[in-house]
Nanobody, 115 residues
């Protein structure tokens, strides 16, 4: 059974940075395209960024140029470096494989951008 554990969230001021981590157990994320998603209060979960097996990255327009997704296959971990954070980035962030059949979602990690 695959387990995803997200961490690294917190409270940050506008313009600040955070680095999120997603540790996967029960699988090898290196063989999957992996993505970060987020869900703001009262909104549906949305895709933020993804990275293919070969390392190709894609980003939602709202985060392009500010966020960077990466992976450490040796550690079964996927990262999301978030810079120049804005209040509208406030959400619970999740990771999962990019698939029509995602794994069970983890607890996510809360990111709050506020002064």
């Amino acid at each position: 059974q695959v387990q995803l554990v997200e961490s690294g969230g917190g409270l940050v001021q506008p313009g600040g940075s955070l680095r999120l981590s997603c540790a996967a157990s029960g699988t090898n994320p290196a063989i999957h395209a992996m993505g970060w998603y987020r869900q703001a209060p009262g909104k549906q979960r949305e895709w933020v960024a993804s990275i293919t097996r070969g390392g190709t990255t894609n980003y939602a327009d709202s985060v392009k140029g500010r966020f960077t997704i990466s992976r450490d296959n040796a550690k079964n971990t996927v990262y999301l470096q978030m810079n120049s954070l804005k209040p509208e980035d406030t959400a619970v962030y999740y990771c999962n494989r990019v698939s029509i059949a995602p794994w069970s979602w983890g607890q996510g990690t809360q990111v709050t951008v506020s002064s």
